[in-house]
C-alpha cells in the first residue's frame, strides 16, 4: 500500500512492502527524482537493506553453530511493514521479528523507518531496537535509485558526483558471486568529482570504505538540477547501475558490507557488522536534498 507526503513543492511516496521510497517528485515541474523501476533493467526504487548489505557466503553464514540462510541485502526489502505513526510531513514503518525472521535470522527485534519531509529536504531514519536477551548483530543500510538524466535534453555522461571533500579513494572490488575479492583500485585521487559513466558498473558496484565525506551532490554540468544525499554515520557508501546503458545511479550509505572471499562465515566476525546490547536501540538518518 502506497502512503504519501506533501508540502508546497514535492510529493513523496512510499509503499509499505519494504517501507520503499518509490516517488519523489517536483510538483512545479513534475520532476520524478527516483528511479521508476523498470522490471527489464532493475526491478527496485530504494531498497532497505537489513539485515545484512551486500552478500554473504553462499548466501549463509554461521551463529552459535548453526547456519542459517539468507539472500543478498537481506530480508527487510520483502518485507510488509506496518504504518505505526503518520502526519503530514512524517511516515513511521515497523518491522518485527517473527517466526518467518527467527528462521533465518534468530534475533528478536524492533526495525523502525521513518520518512519527514521539511521544504526542500527528505530526512529517512533507520531505528532498530534489540528487543532480545542477546547480543544482536547486524547490518543495514540505504539503496536509493536517481534518474539520470533527469531532462530529456541530457546524457548520463553531462552528470557527476560531487564529494563534500577532496578524496584519495579506492573502490573494493567485489567477484562474479558479489563477494570482496580482497582487490582494490584507485579511483578519486586527490579530487572531489566522479564524473558518472556506466562502464564503472561492469565491475558491479563501486564500493568505498571510510570517506572523509559525508555529503554526495549528484549535478549535471548545467547545473539545472543538484540531489545531494548526507549520510553522517554511515562508514560504507556504494555506487551502483545494473551494467549497461541503465539511466539511473544509486547513491548508498551503509552501515555494513559485503562478506570477503574467505570470511569465515561466522556473523560475529564478519566485516561492518554491528552489535548491539540488548534494550539497546541504534539510530542513523540520511538525507536527501533537492536543489
Same mark, same amino acid.
Request: proline content about 6%; some cysteine; glycine content about 6%.
Given at each position: ?78 518485507? &510488509?511493514? /506496518? #504504518?505505526?505513526?503518520?502526519?503530514? !510531513?512524517? *511516515?513511521?514503518? %515497523?518491522?518485527? @521479528?517473527? =517466526? ?82 580482497? &582487490?582494490? /583500485? #584507485?579511483?578519486?585521487?586527490?579530487? !572531489?568529482? *566522479?564524473?558518472? %559513466?556506466?562502464? @564503472?558498473? =561492469? ?89
Amino acid at each position: 500500500m502506497l502512503y504519501f507526503l506533501q508540502n508546497d513543492t514535492f510529493k513523496v511516496a512510499v509503499e509499505s512492502l519494504g517501507a520503499e521510497l518509490q516517488h519523489f517528485i517536483k510538483t512545479d515541474e513534475n520532476l520524478e527524482l527516483i528511479w521508476q523501476a523498470d522490471p527489464a533493467v532493475w526491478a527496485a526504487h530504494a531498497p532497505n537493506l537489513f539485515p545484512v548489505v551486500g552478500e554473504l557466503p553462499n548466501q549463509a553464514y554461521t551463529f552459535e553453530g548453526k547456519t542459517y540462510q539468507l539472500p543478498r541485502h537481506g530480508f527487510a526489502r520483502h518485507r &510488509e511493514f /506496518e #504504518l505505526i505513526d503518520s502526519s503530514k !510531513n512524517k *511516515l513511521v514503518f %515497523q518491522l518485527k @521479528y517473527d =517466526d518467518e525472521t527467527l528462521a533465518v535470522y534468530p534475533f528478536e527485534f524492533r526495525f523502525l523507518i521513518a520518512y519527514r519531509l521539511e521544504e526542500n529536504k527528505l530526512f529517512v531514519t533507520y531505528q532498530l531496537t534489540n528487543t532480545d536477551k542477546q547480543m544482536l548483530y547486524f547490518g543495514l543500510g540505504a539503496h536509493p535509485g536517481f534518474n539520470v538524466p533527469l531532462y530529456p535534453n541530457e546524457k548520463y555522461e553531462d552528470y557527476y558526483l560531487e564529494f563534500e571533500h577532496e578524496e584519495t579513494l579506492s573502490r573494493y572490488l567485489l567477484n562474479e558471486n558479489g563477494l570482496l575479492n580482497g &582487490e582494490a /583500485e #584507485l579511483l578519486l585521487d586527490q579530487t !572531489n568529482i *566522479l564524473p558518472l %559513466q556506466h562502464s @564503472y558498473f =561492469d565491475k558491479d558496484a563501486i564500493v568505498f570504505k571510510n570517506p572523509k565525506s559525508e555529503k554526495v551532490t549528484l549535478a549535471n554540468r548545467t547545473n539545472q538540477r543538484r540531489i545531494e544525499l548526507a549520510f553522517e554515520g554511515f562508514p560504507y557508501l556504494g555506487i551502483w547501475a545494473k551494467p549497461g546503458p541503465s539511466p539511473y545511479v544509486c547513491i548508498e550509505p551503509w552501515c555494513g558490507i559485503a562478506s570477503s572471499v574467505g570470511d569465515s562465515g561466522e556473523l560475529q566476525e564478519k566485516e561492518g557488522i554491528n552489535a548491539l546490547r540488548p534494550a539497546e536501540t541504534f539510530e542513523r538518518t540520511f538525507s536527501i536534498t533537492v536543489f
